[in-house]
């Protein structure tokens, strides 16, 4: 629950991030604001390249695309959290189009 209003508030907080996943090492979905249509996030390229492939972070090269979840256009920054040194899951971004370089 605590999570879950941090990362609330820090979206209130910096209206620029649209999305904020937290997923486990399986890649299963453990906090997400806004609320999203998908718990698996195992088949994605934002699971796969900062936990699989240990890119951290790892940022999608595509055009900004639509979120439905999240109702905007964003490109996703995902970033491998660890444990002493240990990967033990990802947290995914979304950041509004305009505020990416």
Known sequence: MLLSL???KLI???NFITEIIVMDQY????CVAPPSSDYDQSDEGKYIGAFK???SPYVR????????SSQA???QMSY???DRGIAI???TLGIEEQFVP
């Open 61 to 68: 090269k595509q055009s900004p695309n639509f979120d439905f």
């Open 80 to 82: 491998t959290l660890k």
């Open 73 to 75: 256009y964003h490109i």
């Open 27 to 30: 890649g299963a979905t453990a």
């Open 53 to 55: 492939n240990g890119i």
């Open 12 to 14: 209130k907080k910096f």
């Open 6 to 8: 941090t990362i609330k």
């Open 89 to 91: 899951g990802v947290i």
